[in-house]
């Protein structure tokens, strides 16, 4: 996968959170649900596995199971100091929400043609102050 990617769709990353929400059918699974619906692409890094994986262990589900087909994998070609310095000078978030946000400006040329969905209210807060839609 390049680095960058243009505005020539509408791409949304998509968090941990939601898609937990979604499988678990949490409070605002749904909504969320329906709002990935209206994007072109989904993008996540791919701590996104280990995270789902942990939570349906966690919640006694199948941890076997296949992960959504729709996400196209972020697999950074470098470390991504400095995209998570930005997201540290922007707020602190703890290491994986970092990574999500870190992730999703390694892939925006400019934030503002990307969605960053989270549930996590601090982490859409430190997206939005960067310039991401939420």
């Known amino acids: 996968m390049a680095s960058k990617r243009q505005a020539t769709s509408r791409i949304a990353y998509v968090d941990t959170s939601c898609v937990v929400s979604i499988l678990f ?26 995270e789902l994986r942990a939570a349906l262990v966690r919640e006694d589900v199948d941890s076997d199971a296949e992960l959504p087909e729709a996400i196209s994998w972020v697999i950074p ?18 290491g994986a929400d970092c990574w999500h946000v870190a992730t999703a400006l390694y892939v925006a040329d400019d934030p503002a043609d ?21």
């Not at 209206?38 to 996540?44: A, L, R, V």
């Not at 100091?81 to 997201?87: L, S």
């Not at 969605?115 to 960067?130: E, S, V």
């Open 77 to 94: 070609a470098r470390p991504l100091r400095m995209e998570i310095a930005r997201v540290l000078q922007a707020g602190y978030l703890r």
């Open 25 to 50: 059918g949490e409070r605002g699974g749904a909504a969320i649900g329906r709002q990935l619906r209206g994007f072109d692409e989904i993008i996540s890094s791919n701590l996104l596995e280990a």
């Open 114 to 134: 990307l969605t960053f969905l989270t549930l996590d209210l601090k982490q859409r807060d430190i997206a939005r102050r960067l310039g991401f839609l939420v």
